[in-house]
């Protein structure tokens, strides 16, 4: 049977300072999935404008495909500026089409022989979009994977989407910042400068445990930038360095990470298998300029 794979959420442009590149972390999630070999689909909205079109351009252009229903709203962009180690900081423009998302018939079929979806934080900071996610993971299949990809920028988040959202997935892919964030937000965790698996592994570990035994989640996916990664299941720990390469950006690697590791998953690969895969898909992404690059054929 053909793995659906569902990237839903925002689609938007990042407006580089090297130019305009198609983003958004579920449409970057789509794209590296059907990279990987299934058939993965960008769910979203887009504007009626020339914005919106280029999108489905440039989804038909890779082959990707997609339900992208057009709303009001214009199609929505991301300033993203970018400092001396290629590290992205995002000004994302507010009351856009992926702010609106409706659920339509064409989305519940989809969702109901969706293998695995990825969705974020970001996209539910407006309550159509919100009732749209939570409607299409509720369509879905009870044995297949649901991935919050949780993703917080700048204030676009709160306590309850963050819970609401552990409730409905089973697998959650974090950074260390973000796992700072969510320690003290979610567990009272007291929290430094630096980032948790900076100060103390020991600590990092025993946070990511607490979590996934409070949310009932069976997978655990923890990135450390430069430092390396984490994938956890109740029983299971891998560990695999960053490997060192030249930075052009790190935009959507951790989307390609995620991709390539439910890709790997879904085609039967072992935890420790998808794992190196995710890091040496996102190592060549951050070599790139964009989140969107062609991979490299193995």
Known sequence: MEKIVVGLGEALFDCLPTGRKLGGAPANFAYHVSQ?????????????????????????KVGLHYILPKVSQPTGTVKVTLDDKGIPQYEICAGVAWDNIPFTDEMKALAQKTHAVCFGSLAQRND?????????LDAMPTDALRVFDINLRQT?????????????????K??????????ALLLGEKTCKDSLIAQDADKTRRVCKELMQRYQLDWFILTCGAIGSYVFTRDEESYLPTPKVHVVDTVGAGDSFTAAFVACVLLG?????????AVEIS????TQAGA???HKKQ
């Open 36 to 60: 990987c070999g299934l058939k993965g689909y960008a769910v979203s909205a887009i504007g009626d404008d020339e914005l919106g079109k280029e999108i489905t351009d440039t989804f038909d």
């Open 128 to 136: 159509v979009s919100r009732q749209t996610i939570q409607a299409f």
């Open 156 to 172: 676009w988040y709160s306590k309850d989407i963050i819970e609401q959202s552990l409730q409905r997935c089973n697998v959650l």
């Open 174 to 183: 974090i950074n260390d910042e973000e796992l700072d964030i969510i320690a």
């Open 269 to 277: 690969k072992s935890q420790q298998e998808a794992h190196q895969k």
């Open 283 to 286: 190592a060549f992404v951050c």
């Open 292 to 294: 969107m690059p062609e």
